[in-house]
């Protein structure tokens, strides 16, 4: 459970661009208000090269009962979506959102290990590796190579990597006269924080406030990555990294990394 008592995450990907969108969950009967919201951005986003219409899209699920509803089944009458189920226990049809699960879940983990970021803010990695999965070349069910980007199979527009930085690292957001306190001689001008990724349009960083447990948006930080420490455990396959924290919720993220056994 995360600080905002986050429990699950609802996720959907496009099977012919491959561009992945994820949203975190209270309860599972919000799974309805999150479909809702996605299609009704995805209508109102004037940044797609084509315009979105939502007779010719097909949801397909498995059999939960969040995605047979009687609102999710009146929602995409209204919206004359098809609906598709998988075959009960045929995890094999659902190949390509299942093998997203793995690929964000590991990148988490991972995020959080390396910097030292409790693990109750998991909605914060799990965001950022989504927006880096994004951006990553991947091959759709359609494609035998991956040679694009979702983001630029979707926007037509190569994305920009320049501004990532690595998760958990240093992060001194500038602190405005108003909110300084002190005088003017010793007073802070800057905070301390973790960067945790960037805000929709990249130009704001997202700073986590570790001991406020609050996240705050900030377009004016230093960040200070620690780079030798990532190349060294990137570097050295003998290397065993466990977390801190994270025995107690998954015995196996302790254990080294399959290639390095």
Request: a positive charge.
């Amino acid at each position: 459970c995360s600080v905002r008592k986050l429990r699950f995450v609802l996720g959907f990907i496009c099977v012919t661009t491959g561009y992945a969108f994820t949203f975190f969950l209270k309860h599972k009967s919000d799974s309805f208000s999150k479909i809702q919201e996605l299609i009704e951005s995805l209508e109102s986003n004037k940044s797609y090269p084509f315009k979105f219409d939502p007779s010719k899209l097909t949801l397909i699920s498995d059999n939960a009962k969040e995605f047979k509803s009687n609102e999710v089944d009146h929602f995409c009458k209204s919206k004359k979506i098809s609906q598709e189920f998988s075959s009960s226990y045929a995890h094999h049809e659902n190949l390509f959102i299942e093998r997203l699960w793995r690929t964000l879940a590991d990148a988490s983990r991972s995020m959080l290990a390396m910097g030292n970021v409790p693990f109750r803010f998991w909605p914060l990695a799990w965001r950022h590796a989504t927006r880096i999965y994004n951006y990553m070349p991947h091959r759709t069910r359609f494609e035998t190579s991956a040679s694009e980007s979702p983001h630029y199979k979707l926007f037509r527009v190569e994305p920009d990597l320049s501004c990532f930085r690595i998760f958990g690292s240093d992060a001194y957001r500038y602190l405005e006269k108003s909110a300084r306190s002190g005088s003017k001689a010793t007073a802070a001008r800057a905070s301390f924080g973790l960067y945790v990724g960037h805000d929709d349009n990249l130009k704001t960083i997202l700073v986590l406030m570790l001991e406020r447990e609050i996240v705050v948006a900030s377009g004016l930080v230093k960040i200070i990555e620690n780079v030798d420490k990532v190349g060294q455990v990137i570097s050295n396959p003998d290397v065993s990294v466990a977390s801190f924290e994270f025995e107690k919720y998954d015995v196996h993220m302790s254990a080294r990394p399959n290639p390095f056994t």
